[in-house]
């Protein structure tokens, strides 16, 4: 290696990371120490640039940064060898297994590139059917999704970009699914304050595969204002998608008022990663709390039919 250093720009260009990323990583798990010149700016020399190379292949590999980002180079040069068959999929994305799938989507979001993502749902749409796309590639995608962007290795727009375009997709191909008037009716969405709705659009694209009406709000609605759409609809069920913050000091209040303004024949469904954090709460109100989308499908199977 050459005693060359180098700019953070230059070294976010070699290593294919955002600038904000390698800081976070510096700052958050001291993945690497660069120098800093008289005037503070990071100046990073050739190793240590492999370095973050070698974590991103290990990161898309589906390795934590937190696990790895101590790690020496010789083990993370392993990883990403490991990596590498998955890597190489891209140039042929037919037939992959679902965790290739979730690895070129991955990829294709890392770079925006909403062409190349729609394309992987679609070929993994062919290849397990609307069930299995969403079960076995999307559910996962959107773990994963979340994992990186709160470990800093994906921005925040990645994250709302990876949303957009998985609900674009999803909504439209869910049309072919679409119940006649006599379907039980299901009204999706979030509450006030969850923003982020890629769970509420994979339970939209669910109940629309098993034959329900769907009425899909988007995020963050005033609890009245669902109420008033599931009663106005003759809903069976509301299902609220709970996934960031899992601290609002707020949500209590809003699902207090959801459930006050329900009809107690129209149930409340509940999932998602930060549904955990008020379980006392949806637990209080009687809401059915839905661990994930194996759940959801056999209650929503069960729903179908009127008690």
Known sequence: MSDIQHSIKIAARKSGLTAHVIRVWERRYHAVSPDRTDTNRRRYSDAEIERLTLLRAATHAGHSIGTVAKLPVAKLRELAAEAAPVARTAEKPRGVAPPQAVELALAAIEKLNSTELEAVLGQAAVAFGQHGLLERVIAPLAQRIGELWRDGTITAAHEHFASAVIRNYLLQTSKAYAANGAAPVLVVGTPAGQLHELGAVMVAAAANDLGWRVIYLGTS????????????NKARAVAMSIVFPDDDPNLAQELQSLRKHLPPEIK????????????????????????????????????RVPA
Do not use: F, H, N, W
């Open 221 to 232: 609605l005033p609890a009245v204002e669902i109420a008033g759409a599931a009663i106005q």
């Open 268 to 303: 409340l469904l509940t999932g998602g990663r930060a549904a955990e954090s008020y379980a006392a709460i949806l637990e209080k109100l009687g809401a059915v709390r839905v661990k994930d989308l194996s759940a959801l499908y056999l209650l929503l199977e069960q729903m």
